[in-house]
């Protein structure tokens, strides 16, 4: 199967195929309102109105699995990314991204692209961060290496011009090396 053969519901509730972005490079990724990594908002705003003109997309999809930190409804959402974040890419409805009630766009981006740990990032706040999310999550589930479902919020997936998915990204991962993969993809 091809990513081009998913679909997901807009905020309007109409649904989008992903053949929508066809020939684009797309950063698919998992948010919350109330998160640490909000501030990646900022970076991949940055990356969106850096590379949008040269074929980037970026689909942001809402979730409240990790510690209840999405409670609000869609619409708020909307109201609070565009406000207090300034973001301007795609946003589609909220979403599960594990699980029996997963989007099964996550569930292909995940068998294309498993989990191979965290990573590392060179700020401090970010190294801390990566350590409670590590430590939590072997609190939870002392298995979670294991397993190839989303860890925590901002994971982010990166789709070729081709729609090959070519890259998973944890949360706790430099940005640095997201925007490293997503300009050599648009030179390609």
Known sequence: MSI?????????GQEVSMSHYKGQVMLIFNSATHCGFTPQYDDIQ?????YHKQGLSVLEFPCNQFGNQAPEDDQEIEQICKVRFGVNYDRFKKVDVNGANELPLFDYLKS???F????????VSDKFK??????????????YKNSNDIKWNFTKFIVDRQGNVVARFEPTQDMNEVETCIKELLTQ
């Not at 940055?46 to 850096?50: A, G, S, T, V």
């Open 4 to 12: 081009y053969e998913y679909k997901a519901k807009n905020l309007s």
């Open 116 to 123: 191979k740990g965290f990573g590392t990032n060179k700020k």
């Open 112 to 114: 294309q692209q498993g």
């Open 130 to 143: 990566s350590f409670a999310v590590k430590a939590m999550l072997a609190i939870k589930n002392p298995d």
């Open 46 to 50: 940055r990356l969106f109105d850096k």
